[in-house]
Structures are given as C-alpha cells and as structure tokens.
C-alpha cells in the first residue's frame, strides 16, 4: 500500500515537472518565431500595425495607435507597421509623418514597406518615390503581415 501510494506521488510529480517543461519549450518555441521575423521576444505584446490607405488622417490615427502602445507597454511591447497598396505613402519620405516615424522607430517601432506597392507607386508617379530612411523593404506587405500574426503578433489595422 505504501509503495503504491509513493510511486502514485512520484508520478504525479514527475507528471507536473513534465507539464511545466513542455510549457517552458512552448514559450521557447513562440521566442523563437518571434526572434525569426527579427521581433523583440523579450517584450510581452507583439503588434502589427497595417496601413493599406493614402489617408492623412488615418495615417495619423495609426502613429497614434503606436505612440499610445508605447504610452502604454514601454518596452514591454514589440511593434512593427507594416504598408501596402496606397498605404505605402505613409513611408515616402516627403509623408509629412516623416519626423514622427522617423522618432517612433527610434523607441524601437519597425516599418515595413511593401516592394509591390513601391512598384505600383513608381508606376504611377513616373519615378521611384524616395522612402523614409528607418523604412525596410519587404517582397509583399501582405505577406509579411501573414508571417507576424503566425509569429504571435495581434495584427490591428487603425
């Protein structure tokens, strides 16, 4: 009765150290995609910011939504604005946002340009637009939103 009951508890702890270690590999897992999309896994928050529309207004309302995680989380959040389509106005360098993004990235904000819409805007313009210097060029915006939110990031489009 007694050794039944002993290895009855010695299974239970054994049970528990193995449920915790497989939640600690999980946890390391989730680091490790987030580290992959060149994030800040150390932070608890993980936000993409999309921006698809040549709107100031709405351009605004996004850098705001920044700023106020920021306010917020401090460095306990990790953020990366991500634009395609008309949106991808917002990282021209003469976007009259340009100051501000260029002080939002260095709290630490990433912005990503989709190569697609820069090609659309050259076509359109007849030149290719100069881009904000703290913007990275992306293959596809959409795309590299995809790849954030498989990350772990909570996708918020302002």
Do not use: W
């Not at 270690?21 to 910011?49: P, R, Y």
């Not at 850098?63 to 990282?91: C, H, K, M, R, W």
Request: proline content about 4%.
């Amino acid at each position: 009765m007694f050794m039944s009951r002993l290895f009855q508890s010695v299974l239970l702890i054994f049970a528990l150290g193995m449920s915790g270690l497989l939640t600690a590999q999980t946890a390391n897992a989730d680091d490790k995609a987030i580290d992959a999309v060149g994030g800040n896994s150390l932070a608890k928050h993980h936000i993409v910011l999309q921006e698809t529309e040549d709107d100031p207004q709405r351009q605004t309302l996004l850098l705001n939504v920044a700023s106020n995680l920021l306010q917020a989380y401090g460095d306990n959040v990790d953020i990366e604005v991500v634009t395609f389509g008309p949106g991808i106005s917002l990282l021209f360098a003469n976007n009259e946002h340009a100051k501000r993004i260029e002080s939002l990235a260095q709290e630490g904000v990433r912005f990503s340009a989709c190569m697609n819409a820069l090609k659309n805007a050259t076509e359109r313009l007849g030149h290719e637009p100069a881009l904000n210097p703290v913007a990275k060029k992306v293959p596809a915006g959409i795309v590299r939103v995809i790849e954030l939110v498989d990350a772990g990031y909570i996708l918020v489009r302002p």
